[in-house]
């Protein structure tokens, strides 16, 4: 299993920047994906997940109305769409399978990243004028 994050950079604040997560090495459709981020000194936290069929999406209350997360299955891709970025978005974010296709059980979200098995290598979004 391979998960490789891109798409993070420097950007100033209000503006946007799209993340994106390919996976190789397993039949993507049949996992949810989650985004987490850690920021300096601080714990990783979740940020959005994505059912498998990308039905359902689930977000973290600081990001709601602001990132989109959806996925194409045939390029084998979920992305992270991050508008009206706020420096306390600063992290570096990673992306993440969870070995199921939802990513709660009747309908919730379970954000712990110990439900999630394979881990991309992180990318880092710094939001700073």
């Known amino acids: 299993v391979q998960l490789q994050a891109s798409g993070g950079g420097l950007v100033q604040p209000g503006g946007s920047l799209r993340l994106s997560c390919a996976a190789s090495g397993f039949t993507f459709d049949d996992y949810a994906i989650g985004w987490f981020r850690q920021a300096p000194g601080k714990e990783r936290e979740a940020v959005s997940c994505i059912s498998s069929s990308g039905g359902r999406t689930y977000y973290e209350d600081s990001v709601k109305g602001r990132f989109t997360i959806s996925r194409v299955n045939a390029k084998n891709t979920v992305y992270l769409q991050m508008n009206s970025l706020k420096p306390e978005d600063t992290a570096v974010y990673y992306c993440?399978?969870?070995?199921?296709?939802?990513?709660?059980?009747?309908?919730?979200?379970?954000?712990?990243?110990?439900?999630?098995?394979?881990w991309g290598q992180g990318t880092l979004v710094t939001v700073s004028s």
């Open positions: 993440a399978t969870r070995p199921t296709t939802q990513c709660g059980s009747y309908g919730s979200w379970h954000p712990d990243e110990y439900e999630y098995d394979d």
